[in-house]
């Protein structure tokens, strides 16, 4: 029950991310938005994570600084890149109905790379999802899907999904450390990615106001600290999919925030996103496993009842 509680609380945060996320792509670069994030994150992070559990970083293994890596570079450096990009040119609540492809993609690599078994019904629920998702995009008009000019920041919100994906996958990897040490490490990893290119990228300080550093602080400390914080804590007491699912729950917080904040809920955004819901069911649901057959035993051994049955019927003998 803890588990799932901080994976409700880690999800609203996240979706407070894509409206303070708005607000900051419109004054900062997506760059600066990512390398001040985690900046501010790491600073507090690191301290955190060496008073709660003192650590030898010696002692880590060379496969676990690779996946803390590998954390760095997909979640902490291409995850928010292409979500800020995004919200550049999208709505909060399309980037966030976009977001809930998750566990599309998450199908999608575990089968084809990982070779994990996949059901007709997933595939189905791939499609209504694929289908949701060109709902939203398109705005409801899918009879001309093929001359449509697609919203950029809709197709860069794929990429981030694909990245979260990739995130996950690593992060899941990392068993021999503490949440709050894997979340800070990767982090920092993430910044160290970042930090060559900031002096090619300008910062326009002149269009900064109150509203953009007020986002930036909340994306710091709520959307990075404590919510990964929380997700790398669930990630280790359940599986990718189960935790994946959790995220559904992003697009409904955002809405809720919208509509509070004032803005605009359109049609097809209701129905894409019911779509998008709707097929991640259908792929997350477990499979049902069949039910053993009842048995008796004759002459010291099981036999399944059904044979017993049909034995009856073809053998008056016994």
Known sequence: MQTWIFLLLCNLLWAGNFISGKIAAGEFPPFWISLLRWSIAVIILLPLAFWAKKINLKSIDRKTWLNLAGMGIFGIDLFTLFTYSALQYSSPVNVSLISTLTPAFAMLFTALFLKVRTFPRQYLGL??????????????????????????????????????????????????????????????????????????????????????????????????????????????????????????????????????????????????????????????????????????????????????????QTDNTL
């Open 127 to 312: 499609l209504l999802a694929i289908i949701g998702v060109l709902t939203i995009i398109s705005q409801g008009n899918l009879t001309s899907i093929a001359s449509i000019q697609f919203n950029k920041g809709d197709l860069l919100m794929l990429l981030a999904d694909m990245s979260w994906v990739l995130y996950t996958v690593t992060g899941k990897n990392v068993t021999t450390l503490p949440p709050l040490m894997t979340t800070a490490l990767s982090s920092l990893l993430g910044v160290l990615f970042l930090l060559p290119f900031a002096p090619f990228i300008p910062l326009p300080t002149e269009a900064i106001t109150s509203a953009g550093i007020s986002s930036i602080i909340y994306i710091s400390l709520g959307a990075s600290v404590c919510a990964f914080i929380l997700w790398n804590f669930a990630l280790q007491r359940v599986t990718i999919t189960a935790a994946s699912i959790s995220m559904n729950l992003i697009p409904l917080y955002t809405v809720v925030i919208s509509l509070f904040l004032g803005q605009s809920f359109q049609m097809s955004q209701l129905v894409g996103g019911i779509l998008v819901l709707g097929g991640i069911c259908c792929i997350s649901l477990p499979q049902k496993k069949s039910m053993p057959l009842p048995t008796i035993e004759v002459t010291g051994k099981n036999i399944p009842l059904s044979s017993v049955k049909n034995l009856i």
